[in-house]
């Protein structure tokens, strides 16, 4: 059965018909117009189905499974097709609601019931309960578009913010980092560390592996991360990480502070969020050159 559904219509005022009550708010309108012109359309997709009996039966089990949808603000099983769409109508006239512009949802059921269980309208007077409709859910649909604009521009703003706050957070670490400890040392790129325990040999190559122990926080203290005796290449980690192990040889034990920019930026893990400043306590047991 075709699904005319209120949101897949391009919106619309208006009103037509003499089947129902005359409306007399522009809540009793948009039930009106909307009950109308979907009972109509039901009513024609049901009639090329089944013959008269069928869908006699049909529509009125149809109608129920949509009543008890709607009007209940329930959600209920059972009903197959007329449940199924009275909560896709009970989910349209909610967003109605959250944007002030409702419908008279007694007057929708009671005028497309009407429409549904009589006679099939003509051609031409389906066309014009569509057009009216369109008319009708015209602002309707345009402050759906405001809301939505509305709510993506407060969630960016409330992301900018956590960006700015962690922005700010890392680099206060950072300074104040380098300002009470003396060992600590920067790399051209920006990223700071600290040597703990030097280790023997070759240091890691950019092709090499490495099995290694670390753990890491953010620098709030809250652990995200860590793993023991893990193969890691400087080529398969963010970018500080990888500068931090290409300083180390077998048997080093370094702490990496690294600057967002060299960590995840804005693309952090939900366990790390946006633009956070990471540490890293590493350990490298083991180096494994690259396979020549």
């Avoid at 619309?12 to 089947?19: E, F, L």
Wanted: net charge neutral; charged share 25%; hydrophobic share 40%.
């Amino acid at each position: 059965m075709k699904k005319i559904i209120i949101s897949s219509i391009v919106a619309v005022v208006g009103m037509v018909g003499a089947h129902a009550e005359k409306p007399v708010s522009n809540a009793d309108s948009l039930g009106y117009i909307l009950g109308a012109s979907q009972g109509a359309g039901f009513r024609r997709d049901v009639s090329d189905k089944y013959n008269d009996k069928e869908s006699k039966t049909y529509r009125k089990a149809f109608m129920k499974g949509l009543k008890d949808a709607v009007l209940a603000d329930t959600v209920m099983t059972g009903y197959s097709d007329g449940l199924t769409m009275g909560l896709t109508f009970l989910k349209e006239f909610k967003r109605m609601n959250e944007v002030d512009k409702p419908a008279n949802i007694d007057l929708f059921v009671k005028t497309l019931e009407e429409y549904y269980m009589g006679e099939p309208v003509s051609d031409e007077k389906f066309q014009e309960l569509l057009d009216q409709m369109r008319t009708m859910m015209d602002p309707v649909f345009a402050a759906y578009r405001q809301r939505q604009e509305r709510v993506q521009a407060e969630e960016q703003s409330r992301q900018q913010a956590i960006v700015d706050a962690n922005l700010a957070a890392g680099k206060k670490f950072i300074e104040n980092l380098k300002a009470t400890d003396k060992d600590v040392v920067t790399t051209p790129s920006g990223l700071v560390y600290k040597v703990l325990k030097e280790g023997e040999g070759p240091k890691i190559g950019q092709r090499d592996s490495a099995v290694l122990n670390y753990s890491g926080k953010l620098v709030t203290g809250k652990q995200f991360d860590a793993n023991q005796s893990v193969k890691m290449s400087p080529m398969g980690v963010i970018k500080g990480f990888g500068e931090g192990l290409q300083l180390m040889s077998k048997g080093a034990h370094y702490i990496l502070y690294i600057p967002a920019d060299l960590a995840y930026g804005m693309q952090g893990p939900p366990v790390i969020g946006p633009a956070q400043t990471l540490i890293f306590d590493v350990e490298i047991l083991d180096i494994i050159p690259e396979k020549k």
